[in-house]
């Protein structure tokens, strides 16, 4: 599904855990075929209700392409250890597995990191939210980045903020949405689990390549099985 603001004529593609909340909520607001709850109402399932995170389909995409469109990207290292401090840690979302709740696979409901990233594939395969999360960036913002007008990193949020308010004529928040408490890095994990997190992001890190450099890339040759993207 296209995020589409037709009354400014912006079309987004949501990457999850690359500051989806974060800017589905600044376009909620300036968006005025989007009917808002009261703030005392509001949290950040809110703005996934208003605009779902799809997969990228180019049929639906085509369709915008008259319109201003953009997208947000996010090192694909910091985004999958999100995966674990928001999604294990703080949402919990393995307690709500049905897979692991009725028995039908053998895994802990809360996994020590390195037990869960060298695990992943199996709690992806296990866990719908784990999947949605952890899947690869060109699943939802398509094969070829070439078609934005506009790529941010999440560090230029901030920038997106100052762009979307000078194309349409309103005042925009940045307000940072859905971000981790918990802290988790690379030194926190064993040597097997770099492993593990390196094979699963080889190919993740080949498709933003220009946008992001690898860390595990020192000592072996990085693949790439899908185009690389070119810098709007």
Same mark, same amino acid.
């Given at each position: 599904?296209?995020?589409?603001? =037709?009354?400014?004529?912006?079309? %987004?593609?949501?990457?999850?855990?690359? +500051?989806?909340?974060?800017?589905?909520?600044?376009?909620?607001?300036?968006?005025?075929?989007?009917?808002?709850?009261? #703030?005392?109402?509001?949290?950040?399932?809110?703005?996934?209700?208003?605009?779902?995170t799809r997969r990228f389909r180019p049929h639906r995409w085509e369709r915008y392409e008259t319109y201003w469109r953009f997208c947000v990207v996010r090192d694909?290292?910091?985004?999958?250890?999100?995966? %674990?401090? !928001?999604?294990?840690? #703080? &949402?919990?979302?393995?307690?709500?597995?049905?897979?692991?709740?009725? +028995?039908?696979? /053998?895994?802990?409901?809360?996994?020590?990191? /390195?037990?869960?990233?060298? !695990?992943?594939?199996?709690?992806?395969?296990?866990?719908?939210?784990?999947?949605?999360?952890?899947?690869?960036?060109?699943?939802?913002?398509?094969? /070829?980045?070439?078609r934005y007008d506009r790529i941010y990193r999440t560090a230029e949020l901030s920038r997106f903020g100052l762009d979307l308010a000078e194309r349409t004529g309103?005042?925009?928040?940045?307000?940072?949405? !859905?971000?981790?408490?918990?802290?988790? +890095?690379?030194? /926190?994990?064993?040597?097997?689990?770099?492993?593990?997190?390196?094979?699963?992001?080889? =190919? #993740?890190? +080949?498709?933003?390549?220009?946008?992001? =450099?690898?860390? &595990?890339?020192?000592?072996?040759?990085?693949?790439?099985?899908?185009?690389?993207?070119?810098?709007?």
């Open positions: 599904m296209v995020i589409a603001v =037709d009354a400014h004529r912006i079309a %987004y593609m949501a990457l999850p855990k690359a +500051g989806c909340s974060t800017v589905k909520a600044a376009l909620a607001k300036i968006d005025p075929a989007v009917t808002l709850p009261p #703030e005392d109402q509001r949290d950040v399932t809110t703005w996934h209700r208003i605009y779902p694909p290292l910091k985004r999958l250890l999100s995966v %674990y401090t !928001n999604r294990v840690v #703080e &949402f919990r979302d393995l307690h709500n597995c049905r897979k692991i709740l009725r +028995g039908r696979v /053998d895994l802990p409901k809360d996994p020590d990191p /390195d037990f869960f990233f060298q !695990n992943l594939r199996a709690y992806v395969q296990a866990s719908s939210a784990i999947k949605h999360h952890a899947m690869p960036a060109w699943l939802f913002l398509g094969p /070829d980045l070439r309103l005042p925009v928040d940045i307000a940072q949405e !859905n971000s981790s408490t918990a802290r988790l +890095g690379l030194a /926190d994990l064993r040597p097997e689990t770099h492993a593990a997190i390196r094979d699963y992001l080889d =190919d #993740e890190y +080949g498709y933003l390549s220009d946008f992001f =450099d690898n860390p &595990f890339a020192r000592d072996q040759h990085v693949s790439c099985t899908v185009p690389r993207p070119r810098v709007s």
